[in-house]
């Protein structure tokens, strides 16, 4: 038997993908197109091959127009690396988020180290299924309560931040989104808030020119709130705790425990960016829906979990390893509210 060259080996991984999916059920293909370096080479790879739905995942739609019918869509990615289960992660949560896929898809998807040319990674799952990658009906919820666009955008950013920090510094981050009235209630400002007095326009997260400034925020203790249409109505804000600890995912540092709790007492989603890890989370209902972790090289050891040593409101801590960052009146409020 001859071994066959790494071309011919993304070959039969693709070919043996469309067999699964026929023996499976699978309607859905859904292909990490960042593992080639060229559009053209997926393209040709899936030249003629249109039974069943393809989609194809990719940092630039674009590329893709030419091929794209009702059996072939596409679904654009934040522009970083990220792992092979957290292409796939991502392509999952989008794709439910846009309407792309739905509850009850059931998925063969094709992944690999990106720009490597290789498939080497193949997954079945089912859309619908609970466990960790993806809690049932969790981006059909997210699609009902806060519009597609804003929410990708977000998250866009956010995986950005848990990629590169700011300045080469990481940062953590939450964002919520959605039900903005209700989560005022539950919230108060840690500082004056940097937004107001500024242009709705101005401060909508769908505005390029924002981009920049929600990042450069980021550093910043307490969370953005995001209104449903993207306006960003208030930055530095600190969640007040309304969910008994009991009653929240265990393990979760006070960022997360902070997320967890505002999207249990309310209709919004958070985002939160890890400072320790760059591990982007996504919360609705109380529950974590995803986690898009941030690769490391083969052989790194995985950083010290600031989340679980030191505790606080919706910042993760005010350790001496968070660098003094915050007003005096701000500490105060947020060791005020671990005792509660």
């Known amino acids: 038997m001859t071994q066959c060259d790494r071309r011919e080996v993304t070959q039969v991984v693709l070919e043996h993908a469309r067999q699964m999916a026929q023996q499976c059920g699978a309607r859905t ?4 197109a960042d593992v080639f370096t060229s559009p ?6 899936l030249a003629g091959k249109e039974e069943g739905k393809t989609v194809i995942v990719t940092r630039d739609a674009a590329a893709f127009q030419d091929i794209l019918t009702e059996q072939i869509r596409t679904i654009e990615v934040p522009a970083v690396d990220l792992t092979r289960m957290g292409q ?4 999952i949560l989008l794709g439910t988020s846009h309407n792309v896929l739905g509850q009850g898809d059931r998925l063969v998807c094709l992944s690999g180290v990106p720009r490597s040319d290789d498939m080497d990674t193949v997954l079945f799952t089912e859309v619908s299924e609970e466990f960790e990658m993806f809690a049932a009906r969790g981006g ?5 309560h806060a519009n597609p666009e804003v929410f990708e955008r977000v ?4 995986v950005e931040l848990g990629q590169e920090g700011r300045e080469g510094k990481p940062v ?16 108060e400002p840690l500082m004056l808030n940097p937004l107001q007095g500024h242009s709705e326009s101005h401060r909508n997260i769908l505005s390029p020119g924002l981009r920049e400034t929600v990042k450069e925020l980021s550093s910043l203790d307490g969370a953005f709130l995001i209104r449903d249409d993207g306006v960003v109505d208030a930055a530095g804000m600190f969640l007040r705790s309304v969910i008994p600890g009991s009653e929240l995912p265990h393990g979760l540092g006070a960022r997360h425990r902070s997320a967890a709790g505002i999207t249990a007492a309310t209709d919004a989603t958070a985002i939160t960016v890890s400072e320790s890890t760059g591990t982007v989370t996504v919360f609705r ?3 974590i829906i995803i986690e898009i972790e941030k690769p490391r090289p083969i052989g790194s050891l995985a950083p010290e979990p600031k989340e679980l040593l030191y505790k606080g409101g919706s910042g993760e801590g005010k350790g001496p390893r968070n660098r003094g960052r915050g007003s005096r009146e701000s500490r105060k409020k947020l060791s005020e509210s671990t005792k509660e």
Do not use: N, P, T, Y
């Not at 998250?155 to 956010?158: K, P, R, S, T």
């Open 88 to 91: 796939i992660k991502m392509a």
């Open 29 to 32: 293909l859904v292909v990490c």
């Open 40 to 45: 053209q080479e997926l393209k040709e790879r």
């Open 155 to 158: 998250l866009d950013i956010a």
């Open 172 to 187: 953590g981050a939450i964002f919520v989104i959605g039900d903005i009235e209700r989560v005022k209630e539950f919230s």
């Open 140 to 144: 059909a919820e997210i699609r009902k």
């Open 285 to 287: 209902g109380g529950r």
